[in-house]
């Protein structure tokens, strides 16, 4: 694919030699564009120029052969083209409809048809509208996105799957719930700062999506974003990991830089920062204190301009009461804090998130929610959160034998009451009053066989508590007869 976007012949007929602006145009374009480039190229005088289509092909051939996932040549891509048409944001949005609002200008993208056609939008400040020209760049760049999706849905990406459009800015937060909600907003105003930034979450939450989100939304976004696992790097090797070591330290020992170097003028992120130990905090915390590192075996400081955010499944303020955090790093890092809620938290989520991750493998294998299967994950706890979701799903994407997501393609684990409740009615083909008869003994068993608590539990009178446990004793007595 590379090497024919490269072909000299196509690259020759994307040339101009027009002195004047770029006039970059769709490449379907019409007899009359087609007649304006042919006498643009006969202006004589002034460099050759190359066109905008030109220049977005280059932009996406050179992505691809250096970074070779097409996701991350899209994002280069759109922030390229927010930079050539001086827009305050360029994205690709499914939900787009081409309806003419303040400060948008949008082009539908070609290629295969999708189930919402995508669209190129670009949101210009108000002070400064979208010209003749940057309308033109959008155009082309409309163009070589239809490309560019194509390439992702050829590596077996769904591009833009669920990534519903959203004037936060912080799309990939999938959820819709009050609690995501407070979080994206907290994202966008942490982001606008170069503050230290703490994120405190169960496991599984989704704690570097975070922090992923800050750097993107963050001045430093074309800066690098290192992340760092603290718990799993070894004691005796944190300080070489973190600030580098200088060559010829010791025999066979190559120079190389830290984690910190590496995040210059970016972002570095310092995942379970509460399993470094006594002596690693000591270290971290004067690095942080004087934003400069000294290498293993150097005898010089070196400055470094880098925004660290750290995260912890553990309250750091618990471990310092606890003496296993040290006070004076704990307030460095603790300037500004973000705390992600557990999914059993953001219950109206699971579901949303759980189309997300089936619409991620549709190109595998199309898969939809059943009824049965999306009230057994909403009355789920999650205890591995969101990461565990994702687990569940890809389970049931691999295991399932029709369209549809069936309880019997969730773990047992994941079923609970299911499995003891639903389960056995829907194999016994129960009545309404058999099922409910069984539900209701399960809650006065959990209620310790108090009746009036478990009537109070499920909303009914203890009369007609009386007339559940009597029709599964009557049951229960015709199967023993019979």
């Not at 996701?71 to 083209?81: A, K, N, P, Q, T």
Request: aromatic share 6%; with cysteine.
């Amino acid at each position: 694919m590379t090497r024919v976007l490269r072909d000299e012949r196509l690259a020759s007929r994307l040339i101009t030699r027009s002195g004047h602006h770029l006039q970059g145009e769709p490449v379907a374009s019409s007899s009359r564009s087609s007649s304006s480039s042919a006498s643009a190229s006969t202006t004589v005088g002034g460099p050759p120029k190359r066109c905008a289509t030109a220049l977005l092909l280059e932009t996406l051939t050179t992505g691809l052969a250096a970074v070779r996932e097409p996701r991350l040549v899209r994002e280069r891509f759109e922030e390229e083209l927010r930079a050539l048409v001086r827009a305050s944001s360029v994205t690709f949005r499914q939900d787009g409809d081409g309806r003419q609002r303040p400060n948008v200008v949008s082009y539908e993208v070609p290629g295969s048809p999708f189930d919402d056609r995508p669209w190129l939008e670009a949101v210009f400040d108000p002070s400064r509208p979208a010209d003749d020209r940057a309308r033109q760049m959008l155009a082309a760049g409309a163009q070589v996105a239809g490309l560019l999706l194509e390439i992702e849905r050829a590596n077996g990406r769904w591009p833009l799957a669920c990534a519903r459009g959203r004037s936060d800015g912080a799309a990939p937060l999938i959820g819709s719930s009050l609690a995501i909600r407070t979080v994206r907003d907290r994202i966008e105003r942490v982001a606008a700062t170069d503050f230290t930034v703490l994120i405190e979450g169960e496991s599984g939450t989704g704690k570097e999506l975070v922090a992923r989100q800050i750097h993107a939304l963050s001045r430093r976004r074309r800066a690098p974003f290192i992340a760092v696992n603290c718990a799993a790097i070894v004691e005796t090797l944190i300080e070489a990991e973190l600030f580098g070591i200088e060559e010829r330290t010791a025999t066979g020992v190559r120079g190389r830089r830290g984690k910190f170097e590496h995040a210059h003028e970016g972002t570095l992120f310092l995942d379970e920062v509460s399993d470094l130990s006594p002596a690693a905090q000591a270290k971290l915390l004067r690095a942080i204190q004087d934003l400069s590192v000294e290498r293993v075996g150097g005898c010089g400081a070196r400055r470094v301009d880098t925004r660290i955010i750290v995260a912890s499944n553990r309250s750091l303020a618990m471990l310092v009461e606890q003496g296993r955090f040290r006070l004076d790093l704990y307030y460095r890092l603790n300037g500004v804090d973000v705390q992600v809620p557990p999914l059993r938290h953001r219950r109206d989520d699971v579901v949303e998130l759980a189309t997300y991750f089936l619409e991620r493998h549709r190109t595998f294998r199309p898969l939809s929610l059943s009824t049965a299967a999306t009230d057994a994950l909403l009355a789920y706890d999650w205890p591995g959160n969101v990461r565990e979701l994702e687990r569940v799903i890809e389970r049931a994407v691999a295991l399932a034998g029709g369209p549809f997501l069936e309880l019997d393609d969730l773990p047992p684990v994941l079923l609970g009451d299911y499995a003891e409740v639903v389960l056995p009615a829907l194999h016994d083909r129960s009545s309404m009053r058999a099922w409910g008869s069984r539900y209701a003994r399960l809650v006065l068993e959990r209620c310790g066989n108090n009746k009036r608590q478990a009537c109070r539990q499920l909303g009914i009178s203890y009369h007609t508590l009386q007339g559940y446990l009597r029709f599964g004793s009557e049951k229960a007595d015709a199967r023993a007869t019979g």
